[in-house]
């Protein structure tokens, strides 16, 4: 692979034009096995479908992103006449893009309509082009660069993207009386110290006046808040404390937090460790030479005590429930934290066979014939 490679941080910049395709074509195919694993997970009861819902809007906003940033680097290591960078990785800690990329995709979004109207449609760019083949006999190298940057452009005017930063949003779960409602909080981020998307679902009781979506003080100041605690660093504990400290009507039930990666692939990652082993022994074949890992966490309410707010008043307070097994939970900030791998067929066999230490309690899904996911 023809890279450029800061030593340090382990960013990878893809120069090759089809190292790059194929990148993107591998991205492309695990995330469309995502949607299945979410359909497995609803039928064995893991996932509400609501759940899936949100979940599935998500990875399609990465598949969308992933779409995007393939068609800004498209012509990667042609000479199109203008240097425009390559795409970078992270090859060390997730495998996917590192988080500047989608910063400068955000950027670029920004100002997408007026590059769109100042460019050529890409019916008149792909008319050059046939002109250029079969007057000059030529590769129109600069007029596919051309049409690649419109097409680029397109989807991010098109929206519906995964960002760095994904407000959150509600759905609503039902009433639980005439001055409590149930909702499910959703929101995510691009963590920019591993390189990952993340995504956190939060299910609430509503206690305000005002149902909270339509409390036009409450819901931009429950926004604002969510979105300041969306670091990865930050236990599941702290954030949802510090939620129900701020909002007094507001009554965290449920916070889950989902870390999509990393990807393991040995052609593109340098990752160590079991995976990383097992791909190089599978010897798989193209398209099927990766392994994706998630790992989602769980922190629930166990009791609700009451405390004093100023002079005569109580509020409701949350007690949340901590992994009870070897005192993991003060360490996790969790009530339970579970990891899942999805990966093909034949890593899969290796995997099975060596067994390394440590995967005994990962939940497995592989992708066999026809794209079909079953989980082992």
Do not use: C
């Amino acid at each position: 692979m023809t890279a450029q490679t800061d030593s340090v941080d382990e960013r990878t910049g893809l120069t090759d034009t089809f190292q790059s395709r194929r990148y993107f074509r591998k991205f492309e195919d695990i995330t469309s096995h995502l949607g299945r694993v979410a359909a497995v997970m609803e039928a064995d009861g893991t996932l509400s479908k609501t759940d899936v819902k949100v979940l599935t809007r998500y990875v399609s906003a990465l598949t969308f992103t992933f779409r995007a940033l393939s068609m800004k680097y498209l012509m990667v290591g042609r000479d199109t006449g203008r240097f425009f960078g390559s795409l970078m990785i992270d090859t060390r800690d997730s495998g996917f893009p590192v988080a500047t990329e989608l910063m400068t995709m955000a950027n670029d979004a920004q100002q997408a309509a007026s590059h769109l109207a100042n460019m050529p449609s890409a019916e008149a760019l792909k008319t050059e082009m046939v002109r250029t083949i079969i007057g000059e006999r030529t590769i129109p190298t600069k007029l596919q660069f051309a049409l690649s940057q419109r097409l680029y452009y397109e989807e991010l005017a098109r929206g519906q993207l995964f960002w760095v930063q994904n407000d959150p949003e509600f759905q609503w779960l039902g009433d639980l009386g005439p001055d409590r409602r149930r909702f499910l909080l959703h929101w995510a981020a691009y963590d920019s110290q591993t390189n990952l998307p993340v995504i956190y679902l939060m299910e609430v009781e509503d206690s305000g006046k005002i149902s909270l979506p339509k409390d036009q003080k409450r819901w931009p100041e429950v926004q604002a808040h969510l979105m300041a605690q969306a670091l990865g660093g930050l236990k599941l504990l702290t954030i949802a404390k510090g939620f129900d400290e701020d909002f007094d009507d507001l009554h965290p039930k449920r916070l889950r937090r989902l870390h999509i990666g990393p990807m393991y692939s040995h052609a593109f990652t340098r990752q160590h460790g079991p995976l990383r082993e097992v791909l190089e022994d599978a010897r798989a074949a193209e398209g099927e030479d990766w392994a994706l890992v998630w790992t989602l966490e769980e922190l629930q309410s166990e009791r609700v005590i009451s405390e004093r707010s100023g002079w005569f008043g109580t509020v409701e307070r949350e007690v949340f429930a901590l992994d009870p097994f070897a005192g993991r939970g003060a360490d996790t900030g969790a009530t339970l934290t579970e990891r899942s791998i999805i990966l093909p067929q034949r890593p899969f066999q290796v995997l099975a066979e060596r067994n390394p230490p440590g995967f005994a309690g990962v939940r497995k899904f592989v992708v066999g014939e026809g794209g079909r996911v079953l989980r082992y």
